[in-house]
């Protein structure tokens, strides 16, 4: 019997499913490459390939089920599982965008809206994340994954309160969940009941030993109350215990770092990258430790081995757009940092970076303006953030507002000659000379750079100041 292209296509997928039943992944495996051999421009085909290539292979995988998605764009289940395979690599704006088309497709769904959910809770869009859950909750109240959407939103507004009664009755629906547990830890810390939470977080750990967000929450607790050496012990008995785990290396080479101790931190980096014959997060790792050695021509050759792997890798691109902006490559770096802030928005850093390229290599103001604000927001009290806000507003021609961030730079921090003469651009573009000229000579006192020097006293001399 000979089948017909659309029936034998069918026939095959119907293979493949049952073979995915019977755990008989390999054979899944072989058969889905010889059904995209016979069947290249496939939706279904590249959809399937897509979610099993994704674990082993998720940029070959990623691209599988974009594929899918342009071949068949009102498909809700392929928007859904790309939106999803898109939110676990990091990307958090394509995952919103796939996710929202999967929940216009797929209305009377809950499970497209939850994980739209997570999207703003990873964005701090909390808003439209509590809205989404009530949403949920409306069609099942018992449903536990919008109720942990409730209570992230409340422990992120201080609800503690309200935070406390949603875990409590979602843990009488699911009393194991452990997503729940987590939710509990991060309460108990936010009320000063740090045992607690450590307690929490051990059991979690105990129980469910291959999730590594319980061990990082168990690090994180020690490195937010100073414990950097208990969390440093922690993690080695961990590698010792499981020598093989190389996430478990990649996280101790984290911690090291952190804490200062880079032979530590590259020791485990290298491992990885030996082990893995260099893996994107492993370069990424080695590029962070040179970094922060100060060896950034060394450390650049990494991240871009990194981002030759993974060109979505987060360290590589916040680090790499960092090693750029600050050698004066501005305009290659605005790419980098881009990337970085669709992953990660609230990345101090690279607001404040991505927000001075895009000034000083004549970019979109008004950009330059938003991701500035972002970065003071996030880092009120530093005077280097604030600077770079003042500088927008100068090239903006805002000089009131320039003067107002200038001002109090200046009056925190006196003896820095940058402030006092950023603070006198400002108030000759107001036409106030008389002050200006107070500014230039207070900042010629302190010791300004042979390049900031020279400026000063050419805008004295050419401006009459």
């Known amino acids: 019997m000979k089948l017909e292209p659309d029936r034998r296509e069918q026939y095959q997928e119907k293979i493949i499913e049952a073979y995915l039943r019977q755990g008989k992944f390999d054979e899944s495996l072989k058969l889905i490459e010889d059904l995209v051999r016979d069947f290249p421009n496939s939706a279904h085909a590249r959809a399937i390939r897509g979610s099993m290539r994704l674990a082993k292979e998720p940029q070959a995988g990623l691209e599988d089920l974009r594929f899918a998605v342009r071949a068949a764009p009102d498909n809700g289940i392929f928007r859904y599982t790309l939106g999803e395979a898109e939110r676990n690599s990091g990307t958090t704006k394509d995952a919103e965008i796939q996710l929202t088309e999967a929940v216009n497709r797929l209305p009377e769904e809950t499970f497209p809206k939850l994980s739209l959910g997570a999207v703003y809770l990873a964005t701090k869009n909390y808003g439209r994340a509590f809205q989404l859950a009530l949403q949920v909750l409306a069609a099942d109240p018992n449903s536990v994954g919008a109720g942990q959407i409730r209570a992230t939103v409340w422990l992120e507004m201080n609800l503690f309160r309200e935070a406390r009664s949603e875990i409590e009755r979602i843990e009488k629906i699911a009393p194991h969940d452990p997503e729940t547990l987590r939710l509990r830890a991060r309460l108990e810390l936010a009320e ?121 890798n987060l360290s590589a691109n916040l680090h790499l ?145």
């Open 192 to 312: 000063g009941k740090a045992r607690e939470a450590e307690a929490t977080l051990r059991k979690l750990h105990k129980e469910y030993p291959d999730d590594p967000r319980n061990l990082r929450g168990l690090v994180n607790l020690y490195s937010a109350q100073g414990r950097g050496h208990d969390a440093t012990v922690l993690l080695k008995e961990e590698v010792n215990a499981a020598p093989d785990r190389l996430d478990l290396r990649l996280m101790l080479s984290e911690v090291a770092l952190r804490s200062g101790d880079l032979s530590l931190a590259a020791e485990h980096a290298q491992y990885v990258a030996q082990k893995k014959s260099g893996s994107a997060d492993s370069w990424a790792a080695l590029g962070r430790v040179l970094y922060h050695r100060g060896q950034y021509p060394e450390a650049e050759q990494h991240f871009r081995k990194s981002l030759a792997m993974d060109k979505e």
């Open 321 to 465: 757009g960092s090693i750029l902006a600050h050698s004066g490559r501005l305009k290659e770096s605005i790419p980098l940092l881009d990337q970085a802030l669709r992953q990660s928005p609230d990345e101090v850093t690279a607001l404040n970076n991505i927000a001075f390229a895009l000034v000083e290599t004549g970019g979109d103001l008004e950009r330059a303006l938003g991701f500035a604000q972002r970065a003071v927001a996030r880092a009120p009290h530093d005077t280097s953030i604030n600077d770079t806000l003042g500088w927008v507003y100068l090239k903006k021609k805002l000089y009131s507002e320039a003067v107002t961030v200038f001002r109090k730079n200046a009056e925190k921090e006196p003896a820095n000659p940058t402030w006092r003469y950023h603070l006198a651009l400002a108030m000759i573009g107001l036409g106030n000379k008389d002050a200006a000229r107070v500014e230039l000579q207070a900042a010629l006192k302190s010791k300004p750079s042979s390049r900031e020097k020279t400026e000063i006293e050419e805008l004295l001399a050419r401006s009459g100041t």
